[in-house]
């Protein structure tokens, strides 16, 4: 936990201080007002318009129903909203026609202003992170294992606070990602902070792609950008003695670590902390990187956006450096950039083409995650038409 920052507020006639947590990095409020449960959700909502930040005095319970409160004031226009948008429809002919870029970019703004009114409702906990408000629960092991320990008390938003809780039961409870051998489930447990595994097409192409020949002579794979450990999982699985995988992040690092102990294959895989691609080179390297084009404003949204494409490019222009001969790397990437007009398909293959690489083949498949029915989204549009592929690459 970053313990450089405070937040402060007037309380009793005494200002008050506490260490101040965000994973998103937000900074620490400088409007702050306590609150119980005599504060009405409609005052509650214009206070958090307003960028004053509320830390919680109530009971417990109650301080959930208000931020639910909260959700259904964002996401259902007011009365006032939609007379603005029936007058917009009648003109919207004199309106130029919003690009699929245009649409994200709104869609993205959305999302931060949601995220920026939502997160105005304050937890404080204790140094040994409990919480000492009425119905509280005992949320102490899964804070303890999200920000580690510590020795005085903090301040988070109800919101990431209850993000921590529902990575700690997807922990404890694991995720289902392939069968063994006995047709038994084998899962693995991503941590606070990393990025789940729920995409389940990318561990099917893994799952089923052709090995290259090349590794009956050379048993070695990477994996870069670990995350959980998934992807060298399901390659340690299908019989590849070797697998190195790296990553930058030290949640992940230690997620797949302890992941692939669980599952008893530290003899098969090695886990190195290197920006990309570990020394050597290898049969075969598999990558799964971020597929949107974009800054994020979160940790965890490091593991879907990538600024200006930098992992993907460095990907591909460090495979001649890392890959054997007449050997295969595979890409699973999403096109879901191209819909979004963030990409295009010609600026993908120029740079696998600068890259000194060549296609080898394409796996395609479609994704079946629960945004794809959902009309009433911004980006129905281009989740509706997205394809996940497994590129197949080698070097010219």
Known sequence: MNQSDFIRWEEGGQTCSAIWHSENGIVPHKKVVTADDTLTADDAYHLACESTAIIWRGDFQDARQLLQALVRRIDKPSKKSKRAGKRVDKSVEATPKKTAKDIFNQHRLAQSQRARILGMLLIQ?????????????????????????????????????????????????????????????????????????????????????????????????????????????????????????????????????????????????????VNLFPAGKASLIVCNPPWVPARPSSTLEHAVYDPESYMLKGFL???????????????????????????????????????????????????????????????????????TSLWRLSIK
């Open 125 to 273: 906990c204790n140094p040994d992170h409990t919480i000492s408000l009425r119905r509280a629960p005992y949320f102490s092991q899964a804070c303890r294992e999200a920000y580690g320990a510590v020795t005085q008390s903090y301040v988070v938003s109800l919101r990431e606070l209850l993000g921590v809780v529902s990575a700690y039961e997807w922990r404890k409870n694991g995720l289902p990602i392939l069968a063994d051998e006995n047709g038994e489930p084998v899962f693995v447990h991503p941590d606070y902070g990393v990025f789940s595994p729920v995409r389940g097409e990318c561990i099917e192409l893994v799952c089923n792609a052709p090995l290259p020949e090349a590794l009956d002579a050379d048993s070695m794979a990477f994996d870069v950008g670990v995350g959980t450990g998934v992807l060298s999982i399901i390659l340690a699985m299908r019989g590849i003695q070797k697998i190195i995988a790296t990553d930058q992040d030290d949640r992940a690092l230690a997620c797949a670590k302890e992941n692939i102990a669980l599952l008893n294959l530290g003899l098969q895989i090695e886990i190195v902390k």
């Open 317 to 387: 222009a460090g495979l001649k450096d890392h890959l054997s001969p007449k050997c295969e790397a595979w890409l699973i990437l999403s096109d879901l950039a191209e819909h979004l007009e963030l990409r295009t398909r010609q600026e993908l293959l120029s740079w696998i083409e600068a890259a000194g690489l060549i296609v080898l083949g394409r796996i395609d498949t479609k994704p079946k995650h629960p945004k794809l029915g959902d009309e009433t989204k911004l980006l129905y549009f281009a989740r509706a038409a997205e394809t």
